[in-house]
Nanobody, 122 residues
Framework: QVQLVESGGGLVQAGGSLRLSCAAS????????MGWFRQAPGKEREFVAS????????NIVDSVKGRFTFSRDNAKNTVYLQMNSLKPEDTAVYYC???????????????WGQGTQVTVAP
């Protein structure tokens, strides 16, 4: 069965960096685009970034553009979200998800990981 397992979250000071990983299994990873979403307390889940199956194209939300980088290693069935210059407003649970169609809404993704908490202290 399809499984997505995130890791790499934690507590970091503002201005710091974290790298999130999402390990995939149960499907042909290199055939699918992937995405990251996040959900802060009391807020709706929001799109962060997506990447095509080849990794050649990414779409990153303006609020993190220039600070976050999305990449993938198809040999390892893993995607990565490198987060630099973190701000307190980046605090959220981060989820990876599998693309069904290229887009930025939850409906464009069919399988989700359990999430990993990122907390950025002021």
């Amino acid at each position: 069965q399809v499984q997505l397992v995130e890791s790499g979250g934690g507590l970091v000071q503002a201005g710091g960096s974290l790298r999130l990983s999402c390990a995939a299994s149960g499907f042909i990873f290199s055939n699918y685009g992937m995405g990251w979403f996040r959900q802060a307390p009391g807020k709706e889940r929001e799109f962060v970034a997506s990447i095509t199956s080849s990794g050649r194209t990414t779409n990153i939300v303006d609020s993190v553009k220039g600070r976050f980088t999305f990449s993938r290693d198809n040999a390892k069935n893993t995607v990565y979200l490198q987060m630099n210059s973190l701000k307190p407003e980046d605090t959220a649970v981060y989820y990876c998800a599998r693309v069904t169609r290229w887009g930025t809404t939850s409906r464009d993704y069919d399988y989700w990981g359990q999430g990993t908490q990122v907390t950025v202290a002021p």
